[in-house]
């Protein structure tokens, strides 16, 4: 059946802000479907709130809008734009959610608008958990014993009846959240009441537990005419119990016969078709290991992060087919585009092995519990293909960047057999190390699976990568020890660690005997038709089959690695931005990296895609056969950073700044030298290794003094202190990981805090912007609402900026991008940071000023000048709008850690406000994070002293638009001397009702929560925080933010928002 | 762990460790694509006079099960990447190692099955050797393997003599080219009563017993070679019991109304075939086993019509027979290994079977 001819214009719902359980893998779905669209002749309106995503690029859909996903704007958009169709299955559970409620309240039919992709009816069957499970005994697909509850008693009554544990899923929630196992009455009492409350319908899930069994996926397609067919199977190696998002998968399973296999395949077969879907669509399943026992866990109607992970690993573009559906085609009219040869209803066959591991952000929040459960923690993923799963899980070990490459890296030899059988029983993310470890000491594997429930297999593999350590040691390094090692990929300097050599020596032996990395191709169909996708990976022991290409110049383009608080989709942006830039200028691409979440791993991206590590190994064996003529790195954040100097050892030029400069900008010496000749003043500090040192310079310049590790990205370790005890600690976490840098001690300054990123080629330069942080110095800057154009500073001082930016630029040699973090006192412009490289703001800025910054900077590096491009140097004219870039946090995800905003990163996303007037441009920033007021129109202020002033008059405001405030004791008093009605509550050590009660008491919208700085972290403030976070209330930590908040509040109006094209911009 | 050598009739060697049976071996090699369903795979008859390679590197995941197809394993030889060191799956019998030295079958692993692949893909099927002896000539043996031919594998395959399952429901006469033993428990789970017959049965006595309807099996050889069953098949063609035929069974009732066949190039053989039903245009995804295709433009439309076609290269995969109660696929309805998708084609069958009593 031919395309729907009705279809011309189709509103794409985007997922917004990155946050744990919803993240890259909506870009990438979101952009290959605006794509396919487009190819179509479909006219595509993008709603997306996040301005990092590719997908809100004027190249990929005709009109952008980057606004908040709130019902009310998506009406207001559809009343403006007209489109004859929304297709919501794209942007994961938020855009699903925006369009039931839609559907529900009647807009889409009274606007003769479609969905398309799936219907509302597809969507409640599937997602509501009462209508599911009646689906599946309709069908005779079996679910775990469960009940839907409304409230904690029905519960209660439930779980008694089918017997602890029991496992509980908040109806309408993305990640899980709220969700969890409870094995007595007093956890389940606990997280019900949380579960409630979280969910969009006051539903929760409590069901048979089913932890242990074993956990397999299905990504299924189906069109219109009911044809379906499975794309892959995943098999989780963790059991049930953990959330697929947190455990490790392997693709295709592998612990399962051709019967356990095809009879899943069936029964996901007939859910897909019975709920009617058209599109893509994941089902997952617990399957008893010891009997042909299953049930369906969950299935999600749309794409998801396994479809993102399934596409990758088979090579099958779910979401573009996904798209094609949506317009009406069948599976059988729509050609595989990988092979060119078949169509999209065939089933991918693997010849390789896949294996996903998540990126868990236990490194940065160090007091967070480790645990993993069915709340997805994991804030990105790493993918890796090899012929092997031992292999293939060592490349993803390596890929994390975590300080990891193989099963040694956490190193538990110090615990005894006692406390080693105690760790095996923890569920987190270091468990295969601990597994290694009892292998090592003999442990047998029925005890290991006894306690793990992990499969005997996946410990078998575990015991030969363990057993290839003890030969290493043991044995003489052969010829033939050293092939069977790189076979299953243990990376050069773990072998010359474990027999004795240095690393070069091992690299030496490896190229002498000719054990090279060969390249496969993933190619969908396990090479039964041959395939043109320049899309590979790397395996010891086999024939190369990558294609010699010559003639064009060949660029490298070294990607960002799993997603991170501090690195995100950012990065990637720029690294595709950079190499479709390249690839215009008639260079042949390659792209290196392991994330299957993002765009740049869509095959096609660039010339040729190689999904490998980002360590210098791996990327010199590409090197060997690509022998590139030059490599980017300045676009992929600190991971590609970091290999500037492995590369330019392998010969490779860098394109772009050099190394030496990058090193410039990182090194106090040489940059204090700088800073000097250009005569730009920077906040007092110095250079220490020990926390003596440290508190010698600290007491020097005076406390508060700022402390961080150099090298980072994110601010990672970097902390406020304000006395000696400070020091020590935070000095004692940084030297937890051998630090191959000086750590840097400054004088910590509170003034504002201003940001630009500017264009160099190496004369000129182009400031497309200058950006004002709303929080003052000492937040973070990727947690700080960042405005465009800056606010508060004075045209002088612009000009200081744009002064002092020129001559940092060209002092450092910048060719392409530089970042600069600033600090204005008055009228005294300091610099605190100098990146010379992309940054986390450049997508956005890009975006609102219309300057393609990443495309600029790359022309500058290969030689061209701003000025022959069209632009004129220096700072340009200020847009016609204001764009508030609002920081967006998981916290709720993360049990244990601290909210309280500080010089470390902790948001995972962020979302734009973008306005002809500041307050409304702050006002959609705001909605856009999800802070939505007033509700209950109850906030509780409680502040330090510093802010106490600050905190009346923004308490005077709030009480102006109606709010009733709370505030403990000291807080209130200075209010009520102030005029300001506040109703004074007990501390939470207190007697009831206290703060908690009231946060607990669910008529809270705000809290407001200043915490002291330095080292503080118990106590009530933390508590209150966490409480606050987890029961879902917004809770603001700076002063600065919760003035934003009423100002926009004040002036705006939900109702009367003005939707801007960004696309119009520039 | 002995070296074993893998050699193609083009002259190209792999280096190997030797798997199973130590003795040499010469056949046609093939590949299949499957992830799972191995055991399903070494037990399909229709791999007689071949040597199989496994397209998916880990082999042997879940060791032996009871899931044999037929009584033995009959492929000539088996090619794998990598055979699992231990087994893991609750109704686990026995390690692949041990059951291809039981069946007698050598093998070889740690090869470059991707490499090998390709080339079956470019050149076509063609022969092989495996051997243990270093000392291998490759001048001597690659006349040998030039001369090799599949031969009547039928004969080898087919029961010896006929049984019967039991079962309440119509009388099926299943004719044995190689049958997979799913066909018959496929009826018999419907509750047809199936009576199996060895291949050479003369038609005469299959319609003498008076079946409901008689199934054609899959099984394995150049249906070209199936003369003497092919003039059987034209008589029971001409009677009006109904006829469901799978593969082999398809082929040869195509040749018994004066179709030709064809060998393809590197054949089909996996889990993931797109098939078209050319009455409704649904598509499924269907198991396939077949190195012989019919030429659909050679089968009188006043005969038969074809009833679906291969999605990915267009050959045909069905016809459904005019004004007669015969249907015949070329792929495998009856799975194992691989999906279930067309398992509604028994359903069919038994529904012309109740409609023509």
């Known amino acids: 059946m031919p395309r729907n001819k009705e279809i011309k214009k189709v509103l794409v719902i985007g997922s917004g802000p990155i946050v744990i359980g919803q993240a890259a893998e909506f870009d990438y779905a979101g952009t290959q479907a605006c794509r396919s669209l487009k190819e179509e002749g479909i006219e595509v309106v993008l709603l997306n709130s996040n301005p990092a995503t590719i997908m809100t690029d004027k190249d990929i859909a005709d009109r952008v809008y980057i606004e908040p996903l709130t019902v009310e704007v998506v009406e207001q958009l559809i009343l403006k734009e007209h489109p004859d169709s929304v297709l919501p299955t794209l942007g994961g559970q938020a855009a699903l959610n925006l369009a039931m409620e839609l559907e529900e309240n009647g807009f889409l039919k009274r606007n003769n608008v479609r969905l398309i992709g799936t219907t509302s009816e597809t969507i409640k069957k599937a997602e509501d958990r009462l209508e599911f499970k009646t689906t599946m005994e309709k069908i005779g697909e079996p679910c775990a014993a469960s009940l839907v509850v409304e409230s904690v008693e029905e519960g209660i009554k439930f779980a008694e009846k089918i017997g602890y544990p029991v496992v509980l899923r908040p109806a309408y929630t993305l990640g899980g959240s709220g969700g969890g196992i409870a094995k007595n009455r007093g956890q389940l009492v606990e997280i019900l009441e949380n579960g409630l409350r979280l969910s969009r319908v006051g539903q929760v899930l409590v069901e048979r537990c089913i932890a242990g069994w074993k956990e397999i996926e299905y990504e299924v397609m189906r069109d219109k005419s009911g044809n379906c067919i499975t794309v892959c199977n995943m098999e989780n190696i963790d059991p049930v119990g953990v959330h697929t998002g947190d455990s490790i998968v392997v693709a295709p399973s592998q612990t399962l016969g051709d019967k356990e296999y095809q009879m899943l395949r069936t029964s996901a077969l007939n859910i897909i078709s019975e709920l009617n879907i058209t599109g893509g669509c994941n089902v997952q399943y617990a399957l008893h290991p010891e009997t042909f026992e299953y049930c369906v866990i969950e299935v999600n109607p749309r794409v998801s992060r396994s479809s993102a992970l399934a596409s990758k690993a088979t090579g099958y573009p779910i979401a573009k087919v996904a798209a094609k559906i949506a317009l009406g085609y069948t599976l059988d009219e729509i050609k595989n585009a990988v092979t060119k040869k078949t169509y999209a209803s065939f089933e991918p066959m693997l010849d390789y092995c896949v294996v996903k591991i998540p990126r868990l952000p236990f490194d940065k929040f160090i007091s967070a519990k480790r645990t993993l459960t069915t709340q997805m923690k994991a804030t990105g993923e790493v993918m890796s293909i090899c012929d092997n799963f031992e292999g293939a899980l060592m490349k993803a070990i390596r890929s994390l960047e975590q300080h990891v490459d193989s099963l040694m890296s956490y190193d538990y030899s110090h615990l005894s057999e006692e406390e080693l059988f105690e760790e095996l029983y923890v569920v987190d993310d270091r468990r295969i190390f601990k597994i290694a470890e009892a292998l090592r000491r003999g442990v047998s594997y029925d005890d290991i699976h006894e306690i793990t429930r992990i499969d005997k297999w996946f410990i078998d593999k575990l015991a030969i990568l363990v057993e290839m350590e003890e030969r290493l040691k043991n044995e003489p390094l052969t010829p033939e020890l050293l092939k069977e090692a790189k076979r299953i990929e243990f990376p050069d300097h773990v072998i010359a660690s474990l027999a004795g050599k240095t690393a070069e020596e091992v690299c030496g032996m490896r190229y002498a005997n000719n054990i090279t990395a060969a390249y496969k191709m993933v190619d969908t169909c396990a090479a039964e038709f041959a395939a043109e996708t320049p899309y590979y990976y790397s395996v010891y022991g086999s024939e190369n089959e990558v294609e010699k290409t010559a003639g064009r110049k060949k660029v490298l383009v070294l990607g960002s690695g799993p997603i991170r608080i501090g690195q995100g989709i950012e990065f990637d942006f720029c690294s595709v931005h950079c190499t479709w830039a390249f690839s215009k200028e008639g260079y042949e691409t390659i792209i290196v990296n392991n994330n299957p979440e993002t765009v740049s791993t869509d095959f096609d991206i660039a010339d040729k895609l190689y999904f490998e590590p980002l360590t210098p190994e791996d990327v010199r064996s590409i090197v060997d056969l690509e022998k590139p003529d030059g490599a980017v790195v300045q676009f992929g954040g600190q991971t590609a950073i970091k290999l500037t100097e492995s590369l330019m050892k392998m010969g490779v030029p860098i394109l772009g700044t050099s190394a030496e400069n990058v090193d410039a900008a990182e090194d106090r010496e040489l940059f204090d030298a700088i800073l000097e000749k250009c005569g730009i003043p920077r906040p007092t500090g110095g250079t220490v290794y020990t926390a003596e040192e440290a508190k010698k310079v600290a007491n020097e310049l005076g406390y508060p003094v700022l402390v961080r590790p150099s090298y980072v990205l994110g601010g990672q370790g970097m902390r406020i202190a304000i006395n000696d005890h400070d020091i020590e600690e935070f000095i004692g976490i940084i030297n937890q990981i051998a630090q191959d840098h000086p750590i840097l001690v400054d004088k910590y300054l509170q003034g504002k805090e201003i940001e630009v990123d500017a264009v160099c080629d190496g004369e000129d330069i182009l400031i497309p912007g200058i950006m004002e942080h709303i929080e003052r110095a000492g937040i973070h800057s990727g947690d700080s609402i960042s405005v465009y154009p800056a606010q508060s500073i004075s045209e002088k001082t612009k000009r200081i900026i744009e002064d002092y930016t020129k001559k940092l630029a060209r002092s450092l040699h910048v060719i392409g991008l530089i970042n600069i973090q600033f600090i204005v006192c008055g009228e005294e412009v300091y610099v605190i940071e100098v990146n010379p490289r992309s940054s986390r703001t450049v997508p956005y800025i890009s975006k609102v000023t219309g300057i393609p910054i990443v495309p600029l900077a790359t022309k500058v590096i290969i030689g061209g000048k701003i000025k022959e491009l069209g632009y004129t140097p220096g700072l340009a004219p200020e847009a016609d709008y204001f764009a508030v870039k609002m920081p967006v946090f998981s916290f709720e995800k993360i049990r244990g850690a601290d909210i309280s905003l500080g010089p470390e990163m902790k948001s995972t996303g962020e979302c734009l406000g973008i306005a002809k007037t500041f307050d409304e441009a702050l006002y959609k920033a705001f909605l856009g994070a999800g802070i939505k007021l007033p509700k209950h129109k109850n906030m509780i202020i409680t502040v330090r002293d510093e802010d106490k002033e600050k905190a009346v008059e923004i308490g005077r405001r709030f009480e102006r638009i109606g709010y009733r405030i709370f505030a403990t004791r000291g807080t209130a008093e200075v209010m009520k001397a102030a005029g300001v009605k506040a109703n004074a509550v007990n501390k939470i050590e207190q007697e009831s009702p206290n703060l908690m009660d009231l946060i607990l008491g669910h008529k809270i919208d705000l809290v407001i929560d200043t915490p002291p700085q330095g080292a503080e972290r118990a106590g009530d403030g933390f508590v209150i925080r966490r409480n606050a976070i987890e029961t879902g209330v917004n809770v603001l930590t700076a002063i600065d933010t919760a003035e934003a908040l009423i100002e926009s509040l004040e002036h705006t109006n939900i109702r009367k928002l003005t939707l801007i094209d960004i696309a119009t911009i520039g | ?357």
């Open chain 2, 1 to 357: 762990m002995m070296k074993a050598f893998l050699i193609l009739e083009d002259g190209t060697v792999f280096t190997g460790t030797s798997i199973g049976s130590k003795k040499e071996m010469i056949s046609e090699i093939v590949f299949n694509t499957s992830m799972t369903g191995y055991l399903e795979v070494l037990t399909d008859p229709s791999y007689a006079g071949q040597a199989v390679v496994m397209t998916y590197p880990l082999i042997g995941n879940y060791g032996i099960t009871p899931d044999m197809e037929s009584r033995r394993a009959w492929p000539k030889g088996y090619i794998v990447r990598e055979l699992s060191r231990i087994p893991s799956n609750f109704r686990c019998e026995g390690t692949i190692q041990d059951f291809l030295e039981k069946q007698d079958i050598p093998g070889i692993a740690g090869i470059d099955t991707r490499a090998l692949t390709k080339i079956l893909r470019e050149k076509g099927t063609m022969n092989s050797m495996i051997t243990v002896d270093e000392d291998f000539d490759l001048k001597e043996i690659l006349p040998k393997l030039k001369a090799y031919v599949v031969g009547d594998v039928v004969a080898e395959t087919t029961c010896k003599e006929s049984y019967t399952i039991k079962g309440g429901g119509p009388k099926v006469a299943l004719m044995d080219f190689g049958a997979k033993d799913n066909i018959a428990k496929s009826l018999n789970q419907r509750g047809c009563e199936v009576t199996v017959y060895p291949a050479a049965t003369p038609a005469e006595e299959v319609i003498a017993s008076a079946p409901d309807g008689i199934m054609l099996s899959n099984g394995p050889g150049d249906p070209k070679d199936c003369t003497a069953i092919i003039e059987e098949i034209r008589k029971l063609y001409e009677t009006e019991i109904p006829i469901f035929a799978i593969c082999l069974g398809h082929q040869l009732m195509a040749l018994a109304n004066g179709a030709k066949t064809y060998k393809l190039k590197y054949g089909h053989r996996g889990g993931n075939h797109p098939v078209k039903d050319l009455s409704n245009g649904r598509v499924y995804i269907s198991s396939q086993n077949h190195g012989y295709a019919v030429d659909a433009s050679t089968l009188d439309a006043s005969i038969a019509k074809e009833a679906f076609v291969n999605v990915n290269d267009g050959t045909n995969e069905g016809f459904s027979y005019v004004g007669k109660n015969i249907f015949t696929v070329q792929f495998h309805p009856e799975a194992c290994p691989g999906p279930k998708d067309s398992g509604y084609l028994f359903d069919r069958f038994m529904d012309m079977m109740k409609g023509a009593r």
